[in-house]
């Protein structure tokens, strides 16, 4: 089955923890990217990456950080710095023009 | 500023009626508009998308508009039916400078198909 795929599906962190949130997908798409959705909102931009090796700061990227390793991979770290990290967090990738697949969210809360 | 607007209340409507979702946007040029759904605690699945010198696209009961001049695409549903209650999000779509491409949400609309 081709898709992307997010673990946990659900996270607990303390104050002042950092968490890893895994995403990989197995679609063979360059691009990759990082959503937070909170109660009643949009999908808001965390990070991007267009290729290997390589990321861009989103709109909220301010407390988080990512790796590009491989092309399959794009893990996201929830840092302590994040002043209010409970969310759901959505990973997605595409290739060039196409249609966006979104993997099936971690929910993340703090505790 | 720049600003995505969709229907900011929740639309009812009968089952077997259209239902139509409205997406506006100010100071954007986008490249593409897409249209996802979501349903509660899942991942958005991606419905349609439309390109800027398109006025039009259709998929089996679905349609979607994409007026550039006045810079809104409407989202139609046909022959709604219950399992078509969802949140429906529209995305603005953008090329990027170096290559790539990066959606902009809406903050969608929840959609309520009745019997």
């Known amino acids: 089955d081709g898709g992307i795929t997010q673990s946990p599906k659900y996270l607990f962190r303390k104050e002042g923890q950092n968490v890893t949130l895994s995403c990989e997908q197995n679609l063979n798409h360059d691009a990759m990217y990082w959503y937070r959705q909170d109660p009643g909102q949009g999908l808001r931009l965390i990070y991007y990456s267009q290729i290997v090796n390589d990321f861009q700061k989103g709109d909220i990227a301010e407390g988080y950080s990512v790796s590009r390793e491989k092309k399959e991979s794009f893990p996201l770290t929830v840092t302590s710095a994040q002043k209010n990290p409970t969310a759901f967090y959505l990973c997605a990738s595409r290739s060039f023009g196409g249609e966006q697949f979104f993997g099936p969210g971690t929910r993340l809360t703090v505790l | 500023s720049q600003k995505i607007e969709q229907n900011s209340e929740a639309l009812n409507i009968q089952e077997g009626k259209t239902a139509t979702l409205t997406c506006n946007y100010t100071n954007y040029s986008p490249a593409y508009l897409q249209w996802y759904r979501q349903d509660p605690g899942r991942g958005p699945v991606f419905l349609l998308l439309?390109?800027?010198?398109?006025k039009e696209k259709r998929k089996e009961r679905l349609k979607v508009t994409f007026d550039t001049t006045l810079k809104q695409s409407l989202f139609h549903i046909t022959a709604s039916q219950p399992a078509d209650s969802a949140t429906y999000l529209c995305a603005l779509d953008f090329i990027l400078t170096g290559g790539g491409n990066k959606l902009t949400f809406g903050t969608g609309t929840q959609l309520k198909v009745e019997l």
């Open positions: 439309i390109r800027e010198n398109e």
